[in-house]
């Protein structure tokens, strides 16, 4: 028997588990699994217990015990007839495993070869089964832990159970050019089919056409066969200026409409995506790091990207190898990887905080070891935000850290130090945070905005929410970069020249104009910088203009019609531009709300409602923002009725009807409800509201039945720059519901 304490037990006399059926099953398929567990030489005493725990990434239907005609029935027995306690609990084991199944012998006994067996989406009495994760996993575990001599100490069995998760039919296909390009030079167009859950399908087989104006080199078609997951098309070339989207026709049907593509005369600067921020296996999401780094660079397309594990998971060897990872991956040119990792200090001591470095090799500093046994470099550690600045600043090799919000949230007045912490991430799949940038706005910190996935299920730059108690699509954010190099890549965040969409891929250019001005080469207030004279600025800059007005310039290009462009001004709202007037408007209004209904975790706020016209009719409608499959919208005697959450994000719907102005809307749901006349929606928004620290509301408003504006560009004139800092920034919404921030030009007056 061993005597090591941390294996109190040899793992050959813990016992074994088997699964039926084994295989390969449907991401988000119902199914019915027998899994039996056989006592080891110890049996399970009396009080002695089992748990079955699944990763806290999986949305899988959960495991009950008392309908059995509805999903997730499961059934448990012991072959002696020995009683049995049980209950699920989503916490009920150590992270990553904390979905987890409890059982506890509570009269009797097991000896060895006695079993438990447990039957997960039992069919027998009607229920569709057991729902599989909606993510694609070619080692889904079901972990078995076992208590044999009910002292609470469990171990995991040797040899876990465990299937194969993978993508279902292709659904819909997605196509992806770069976002802006110089004439003649070379691009790629890159293509994809996905499932109903958002994974990458291997199982299109079909003919594609491609149709675009000013594309050479584009073929008229392609073959996409079973099997593949991506195809990219190489050597393209644009002809001359101008924007420029390639629709892809299966049976003579547009199925896909790439993002925009705008070619240039000349440019110092090109748009690059990345998804900085996510997590695999090793720590506490799915699928390997190695897969991680390989989808986002073969099935997400994106350019940039980064792997922020958990601190308190990350041992020293799981340290080096995912340095040896980033250094693989990580190609200038084609793909670029950042080195870092994910400080995960509690909130009280400054929350999280995403740390990246210029090259390997550099010290890890957690804000813990708690889920780390080997604490020979305890010494390391940085237990609060303000220890971690203080170490990053006096490394010499260089290190940027940018706040977050997931479970925990970064405290921006609690700790900053604008020398490594240059940008606040206010979207990801977690939803929206725009309150965290503005909580660094009120402390006066210059700093820019990005979005990333902060993604747990293996999909960095294209991380859908599947099933699970979020709404959002994870981010990305656009690196305006003369070349694609860790190098530039630092550079660029240093200097906050950058900007963040909710997932889609649209050209945002935001510069400011000025008769004369002090640009700086760095913020003024963090020590002596360089400076010279200018008369423009852009995104991220710091500018001094003493005297007279400043022209902001604004050029959107979006991957959907243009619903309105907001112009701020630090914290106040001060223009909204729409690409449309009060005479365009129709007989569409639409329907949003939007919130969070608290700081950290748990902060979803449950918008089911209904929505009915008296007076009027509905004659068609359109979801905005309902990634989550398992919510949806639906017509019911002509009324709507729906199922919704957001967590900082939006949501909402567009309702058709046979009279523009007639009749009321009537609208409940548990947060809000309220009743409105028709005739008095227009252009502004009807914002029924909340009281409490972070907004909640729905918003009503008219749109144009058919909004063709997908290019916006205006100009907007800040006559009397107020004394202090100007932080100027837009907003961008987009009819399908994505938003875009630009980073601030900081102005000083």
Known sequence: MATDPTDPIAPELLGHATLEPSGRFEAGSYASFTLTYTAGYYGIDDSGSLRICFRFAADQSRPQFDDPQAPGYTTISASNQAVLEYRYDPKGNVRPWDRTVYIKVVHGFLREGDSITLCFGDQSQGSPGMRLQTFCEETYEFR??????????????????????????????????????????????????????????????????????????????????????ALEIAGLVAAGTGDCTVEVLQDGQVVAVSNPLRVVEATELLPYWGDLHGQSEETIGSNSARDYFAFARDRAFVDVVGHQGNDFQITRELWAELEVLTAEFNRPGRFVTLPGYEWSGNTGLGGDRNIYFTSEGQQIRRSSHALIEDHSDLDSDCATAGELFVALVADERGALAFAHCGGRYADVALAHDGRVERSMEIHSSWGSFEWLFEDALREGHRIGIVANSDGHKGRPGASYPGASQFGAIGGLTCLMMPELSREAVFQCLRARRHYATTGCRMHLSVTAEFDGGTLYDDDPALGETGSRTATSAAMGDIVAVPEGEVVLRVEAVGSAPIERIEVFNGLDLIETFRPYGPDDLGARIRVMWEGAAYRGRFRQVIWDGRATFPGNRITATRPINFFNRDKTLRQEDGNLVWQALTTGNRGGFD??????????????????????????????????????????????????????????AFEWRLSRPHAGDNPLYVRVTQEDGHLAWSSPIYVIK
């Open 655 to 712: 309702a058709w009807l046979a009279e523009p102005d007639s009749g009321m809307l009537v609208l409940e749901t548990a947060p809000i409800s309220f009743r409105l006349a028709l005739d008095e929606v227009g252009l502004e928004d009807r914002v029924f509201a909340l009281d409490g620290p972070l907004p909640r509301h729905i918003r009503v408003f008219r749109l144009p039945e058919r909004n063709r504006h997908r290019t916006v």
């Open 144 to 229: 078995v832990l076992v208590d044999p001599i009910a002292t609470y100490t469990y171990q995991p069995l040797p040899e876990q159970p465990t299937i194969a998760i993978v993508p279902g039919p292709a659904e819909h296909w997605q196509a992806v050019l770069p976002t802006l390009r110089r004439k003649g030079e070379e691009f790629r167009l890159c293509l994809k089919a996905e499932d109903a859950w958002g994974n990458p399908s291997d199982q299109a087989d079909s003919r594609l056409e491609l149709r675009a104006d000013n594309i050479g080199n584009l073929p008229e078609s392609v073959d996409f066969e079973a099997g593949r997951f």
